[in-house]
């Protein structure tokens, strides 16, 4: 190749426990998909105006099955998580208007409001160790906005699973409060809703914005779905003026290719794996049992409900001062061992997951780690 363009081996080769890309990837079934529609604009063979309405492939059908498994009223396809938050951003809110949002956030809720010019409030965690958000703060800081700027928020974003410590938020007591206040929620649903069941109707949010690339087994590019109830349908799907088919909020057509086609070869295998959540949250409790037994702390609430772990090591830590490789050394020696995922030169502070992964795989991440300690230690 004239451009030095190494082939990529993670999944084939590895454990990949990398928390962003567990429980985004691909199924075989996926990777055909891809391939096949891997050309540019290859779902517009038959393009009959929108994206979101088209039959060949089956799009729409497919958003009527998303909205059922999500239990809202109407999807739509996005370029991601970011770009559905933003979507909602733009449609409800204008420059300068209050947005609530939590502590734990992903930099891009923070970047969507940025973008949309809304003054941010958050609502802080309870920092370390366990790093809770609490519902009942979305009530003072509702109250905090009122007093400020005279006006309640526009809107409340809360990030279900957050990416740093994997804590779950119980949602419905956030959108029960803003209910009572009829702010509407938004619920950042990143890691969450593919990985484990979400009810948008039980949880009581208004919008629900999710990853695919991430959560759902998409890959072939950037996914993302965004799902509303009946009520916000006419803001949030508003057409362009001139083009009556073309939504506003996603420049008329989002994914224009393969990633389309693997979110929807993946469905199958999606709706069946979050009935199995449970076995995930047990794997993760077990593995961070295992690890503490060993000195390596996992922060965040205890015993952990998510797949994803943050976890602090000092004797991990110590190893590297010594170790020839320093810093870089755990990166070589889980690597050594079958596993990929942890960012090379971490050892003090990092997270992983083993979503998906088999019992025998979780295990043998657990013998890593304690084979390094006593290598090492
Ligand atoms: C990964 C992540 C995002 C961003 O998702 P994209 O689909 O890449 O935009 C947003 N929020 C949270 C909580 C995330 O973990």
Redesign the pocket.
Known sequence: MEQDIELRDREEDYININP?QAAGRTYPETRIAIDSYVDGYSVCDWCNGALCKMDKPPIQKFLQSVSEFLDMDYSMLTN????AKYAVLHALTKPGDAVVIDGN??Y??YVACERAGTKIYEVASSGPPEYRIIPGDYEKAFEKVKMETGKFPKLAIL?HV??SYGNVVDAKKVADMCKQYNIPLLL?T??SSGRMPVDGKAIGADFIAA?C??GWAAGGG?I?LLAVTEPWVKQVFLPSVKYAAKPLEILGCSTRGSSTLALMASFPKVKERVKHWDKEVENARWLSGQLEGIGIRQLGVKPTEHDLNFYESDVLYRISETHKKKNFYLYSELKDRGIVGIKAGLTKNFKFSAYGKTREQVEHIAWAFKDIVEKYG
């Open positions: 962003l991601g998580c970011r770009e956030k992903h891009t809720t990030t957050d990416g950042n990143a890691y990853s690339h991430k950037n993302g």
